[in-house]
């Protein structure tokens, strides 16, 4: 009884298939097939050793067998067809007895054959039995194809490792010079011992006499299943040891040391837990992932479909004519410094009454995406720092919030509803797919009806205003000349209002509008959210803002009432302010040290903006005629301020130096002595940190409303360091560090005058001492003086001593432009380490 060959005596992937054509011959071979009969195997010698069994080496891929009546079996041999030439003498039989013959025969020989399959193992398992029927009708293809296509049909099916027996010798040749020598495949054969044969050692010893006698000695072998198995519950799972463990373990045993294989177990063991600092997670700014891709369904999708009815050339052409053109500067895409663009506001807002069909395309189109990102991420940072409680309590309350969209043409209303859907999906984990989800009421100020029709289109249960109700002229309650009841005012719980301060010119218009929207503030606990872009003047709009609301509406320690200015100040009168609290960016409410003067400054380079990047769309990619980078970073300045609310009252939030020296020492290591831990008075990364070798550099605008610079090396802190090589621009940080000093800003001027202005004076004011001087009412002795009070390149020339000695240009001299260069950079090499001794 043959057995299946073990998998360690089979050594190529085509094991099955070679099995199969061992065992049964194609009826489709080139050489003749001889009639239907059994198939004969010889008797199996008892051994203990293996042999080779090899599949026959004939060209053809199974044996020819001849029928011997008087044995009954098929022995190799010529082929014949019938048994009637072995013996003349033999009676003719007749047609019926060669039928009856015949059927015993195949009857005799399917008995065998399943006897021999049953022996193998193969004919209880139908995927076997299939592939066997697969490979035999594989082999039955042969007479159907020339030998070229036979051997290209054998080379796709088994590639380089071809089965011994299905290529001639002419195939072979044919083979090998069309791809090479193959590989032939053979099966090897383990010898079969008795199941019940026992393990025997022979045992001699001596008898005595100087020879040696046999002893009988039987052990019976003991069946791995029948070891005893012991649990130790302290030593834990067995592990498997890996190569590196291995040469790990011969090291140490050379150097009679020992290993501990926990070590591997760490490294291989990924940590459950986030590698970053709680408190650092806590602190981040950012949306999750921090690339925001605007979703199809809200956002991208409904667009397209608007879009799709107009000409792509038309969108881009209007486009770039009402924003600035190609790149559309003077879109919500912040064009660089180094483009030198007038900073001019937004040409379309929402709340014009005058806007074509095209120029509604270009708003969704171009602002669209932008005020987006920029919204949903400033949510985001508000959701983090107001917590679970304050969204979830807008959710439950009745009617869901109230939110007003007063510029945004409907885009921040879609970035809300993102919030609230994530929010949603957090408490109902098993909310059906398409259920509705309480967003509340939505308004959205939209002044043409151009672009109300399309933002109706992709808002559902929304109110549209085309204009905003004016709060600052209507009386609060009865007056002598009309004793009705005040009208009654809308509240919403939410105001988002993005670039909506750099249209209006005038700076009291600006603090009237702004006054307005904050009168459109629940007073208990309403947010008023202001974005503009994050260029100098966007900034001045947002912090002339803050600047107003601290002083006339937000109460703070120390700050509790505001004196109007009237005619006289004995007519003043004192107004007590609101409690409040600026939520996000600020972490204090002192004046912004960013913010020097009212008003705009020129030649500003300091200014509190943020970034977020976010994923174009393809209708803004062919606008901008982008054919490489899809994704923008949009950049902005904000301010969100809560109305009614001041949990520094409630929570015991400390922003003052205190805050910010508690903060320097870091909430790494918190304990019961450390100080209070809240997010609201750490300080925040105003610009992108520097990431330089072995140190984190971070420019701060602290609790105390001061920008420092702090450093965090690697000696400081193994987890600060970590943290701070992953940190971004605008996270809050709180694992401290290890020095701090002041930052030197550059703030512009203050009476307004740029460099180019600047230049310009000092070079008038030159011209006209020349000419005095030429006509003799001054002496030369003070125009020297006034001209060494302050040279060319802004250095005083008592601070020159210090600087590197570079000669002055003679008139009519000739500088090449290298060493122009060159004496410029040594100029401000001194300069910069002068001002770091200074400091």
């Not at 195997?41 to 203990?48: K, S, V």
């Not at 409907?410 to 797919?433: K, Q, S, Y």
């Not at 913010?595 to 380079?605: D, L, S, V």
């Not at 930052?743 to 011209?767: F, T």
């Amino acid at each position: 009884m043959l057995s299946r060959p073990s998998a360690s005596s089979v050594s190529c992937p085509h094991a099955r298939q070679l099995l199969r054509a061992r065992f049964y011959c194609p009826t489709g071979s080139r050489q003749a097939r001889g009639v239907t009969g059994g198939l004969t195997t010889q008797p199996r010698r008892n051994t203990t050793q293996r042999r080779p069994y090899s599949v026959a080496s004939q060209p053809s891929p199974c044996r020819t067998y001849s029928y011997t009546p008087k044995a009954s079996q098929w022995t190799p041999g010529q082929r014949a067809v019938s048994t009637a030439a072995a013996s003349a003498e033999a009676p003719q039989p007749s047609e019926t007895d060669h039928i009856n013959a015949l059927i015993e025969r195949i009857n005799a020989n399917e008995d065998e054959m399943a006897q021999l399959m049953d022996d193998l193992d193969m004919m209880g398992d139908p995927e076997d039995m299939e592939g066997i029927r697969e490979f035999v009708q594989f082999l039955s293809e042969r007479d159907q194809h020339t030998p070229e296509s036979w051997v290209h049909l054998v080379r796709q099916q088994f590639g380089e490792t071809v089965p011994e027996g299905v290529l001639n010798e002419n195939e072979m040749r044919l083979y090998t010079t069309l791809y090479g020598e193959p590989i032939i495949q053979e099966i090897f054969e383990e010898s079969i011992e008795e199941e019940d044969e026992q393990n025997t050692e022979q045992l001699y010893r001596e008898d005595g006499e100087g020879n040696w006698e046999e002893v009988e000695y039987e052990q019976e072998a003991e069946a791995e299943d029948d070891i005893p198995v012991v649990y130790d519950m302290e030593l834990g799972r067995e592990e498997k040891e890996t190569i590196a463990m291995r040469r790990t373990r011969e090291v140490a045993e050379q150097l009679g040391g020992e290993i501990m294989l926990e070590q591997f177990e760490n490294e291989a063991v990924p940590e459950s837990a986030p590698r970053a600092h709680p408190l650092t997670m806590e602190g981040r700014f950012q949306p999750d992932p921090s690339t925001i891709y605007l979703p199809k369904n809200t956002v991208t999708g409904p667009i397209s479909v608007i879009l799709s009815e107009f000409s792509n050339k038309h969108i881009a052409d209007t486009a770039r004519r009402l924003f600035g053109g190609p790149g559309l500067p003077h879109s919500t895409t912040t064009a660089p410094p180094r483009a030198q663009l007038p900073q001019l506001p937004i040409p379309l807002t929402a709340s014009q009454h005058f806007m074509g069909e095209m120029e509604a395309n270009s708003f969704l189109a171009a602002l669209y995406p932008g005020i987006y990102a920029s919204t949903l991420s400033v949510l985001v940072e508000i959701r983090k720092r107001l917590g679970t409680d304050w969204i979830r309590g807008l959710i439950s309350q009745e009617g869901g919030p109230n939110i007003l969209d007063a510029s945004g043409g409907g885009a921040g209303i879609l970035a809300w509803r993102d919030i609230i859907r994530a929010e949603w999906e957090t408490m109902v984990p098993d909310h059906p797919e398409g259920a509705p989800i309480p967003y509340g009421r939505s308004t959205v100020l939209t002044g043409s009806e151009t672009l109300r029709l399309r933002a109706s289109a992709m808002l559902e249960n929304t109110s549209f205003l085309p204009r905003l109700p004016d709060y600052l002229h209507v009386r609060k309650e009865p007056t002598l000349e009309d004793t009705r009841a005040p009208p009654k005012r809308k509240q919403f719980d939410v105001v988002i209002a993005p670039h909506s301060l750099l249209n209006i010119e005038e700076e009291y218009e600006r603090k009237a509008y702004v006054e307005n929207l904050w009168a459109l503030l629940n007073p208990n606990g309403g947010i008023l959210i202001l974005l503009e872009k994050g260029r100098q003047k966007g900034f001045e709009a947002i912090a002339g803002a803050r600047e107003m609301l601290l002083k006339r509406h937000v109460a703070s320690p120390g700050s509790t009432e505001y004196a109007t200015a009237l005619e006289s100040p004995e007519d003043s009168e004192t107004v007590a302010k609101e409690p409040g609290m600026i939520i996000a960016p600020c972490t204090n409410h002192s004046t912004c040290p960013m913010h020097n003067a009212a008003g705009q400054t020129k030649g500003r380079k300091d200014y509190c903006h943020f970034e977020q990047r976010y994923i174009r769309p393809d209708f803004l990619q062919r606008i901008m005629g982008a054919k490489d980078r899809n994704h923008e970073d949009v950049k902005f300045s904000y301010l969100a301020v809560q109305r009614g609310v001041d949990m520094r009252q409630e929570r015991g939030i400390r922003q003052d130096a205190e805050a910010t020296d508690a903060a320097f020492a870091g909430f790494e290591q918190q304990d019961e002595s450390s100080p209070a831990f809240h997010p609201l008075a750490l300080p925040r990364a105003v610009y992108p940190p520097l990431k330089r070798r072995g140190h984190v550099t971070f420019d701060f605008c602290t609790p105390a409303g001061k920008i420092e610079r702090w450093t965090v090396p690697r000696s400081f802190s193994r987890q600060a360091y970590r943290d701070a090589r992953k940190s971004r621009w605008g996270d809050l940080w709180a694992l401290g560090a290890k020095t701090r000093i002041p930052r030197k800003l550059n703030l512009g001027d203050k009476h307004g005058e740029g460099k180019k202005e600047r230049l310009a004076r000092r070079a008038a004011d030159k011209a006209a001492m020349r000419e005095v001087d030429e006509e003799g009412d001054i002496d030369e002795h003070a125009r020297d003086e006034e001209e060494e009070d302050e040279d060319e390149d802004g250095v005083l020339a008592d601070d020159r001593s210090e600087l590197p000695d570079i000669p002055m240009r003679k008139k009519g001299q000739n500088i090449p432009s290298w060493k122009k260069h060159a004496d410029k950079k040594k100029l401000r090499q001194a300069m910069r380490k002068r001002s770091v001794e200074d400091i």
